[in-house]
C-alpha cells in the first residue's frame, strides 16, 4: 500500500514521486503489453458494456434481433445450397431455412421486420444445377 500524501506537497509532485520510486524498484519492467500501442478502444468514448462487447468477440459471438439474425442465417444457408454436393442436400438446407422463415412470417417478432420470403426450392435447385454445370461439375448425379 501507498503512503499518505504528506500535508503541503503538491498532489502532482507527490505522484510523480510514487512513479519515480517505482520505476527505480522496477516495479513496470516486464509489464504486458509492454511497448506495444494502446487497444484502438481506450480511444473512444466510454462504453459501459465495454466488457460484455469485448467477451463477445472473443468468443465469435453475435446478438442481433431476431429477425437480422435470421436474414444472415437464410443467406448464409443459401450460400451453403449452392456449395452442396448433392441435389438432396441442397432440399434439406433450403427446406429447413424455409420452415423458419415460415415461422417468423406468421409469428412477427420484436425488432425490425424480416423482409424475407421462403426460397423456391426448385429455384435454387435450378441455378445450383447451373453453377455446378458452369464448374464443370455437372455429372448428371442429382441425388433426389
Do not use: C
Amino acid at each position: 500500500m501507498t503512503e499518505r500524501k504528506p500535508p503541503g506537497v503538491p498532489f502532482e509532485s507527490w505522484v510523480d514521486k510514487q512513479i519515480h520510486d517505482a520505476q527505480q524498484r522496477g516495479e513496470f519492467d516486464g509489464l504486458t503489453g509492454a511497448g506495444r500501442p494502446l487497444p484502438a478502444e481506450l480511444e473512444t468514448s466510454y462504453d459501459e458494456l465495454w466488457w460484455v462487447k469485448r467477451k463477445m468477440a472473443r468468443e465469435g459471438l453475435a446478438m442481433l434481433p431476431p429477425a437480422l439474425a435470421l436474414r444472415k442465417e437464410a443467406e448464409d444457408a443459401l450460400t451453403a445450397a449452392y456449395a452442396a454436393p448433392s441435389e438432396r442436400i441442397v432440399r434439406g438446407i433450403i427446406t429447413e431455412v424455409n420452415a423458419k422463415i415460415r415461422d417468423m412470417m406468421f409469428k412477427p417478432p420484436p425488432g425490425p421486420p424480416l423482409g424475407k420470403k421462403p426460397y423456391d426450392v426448385e429455384e435454387v435447385v435450378l441455378e445450383w444445377r447451373e453453377r455446378r454445370a458452369a464448374a464443370g461439375d455437372g455429372d448428371g448425379d442429382s441425388d433426389v
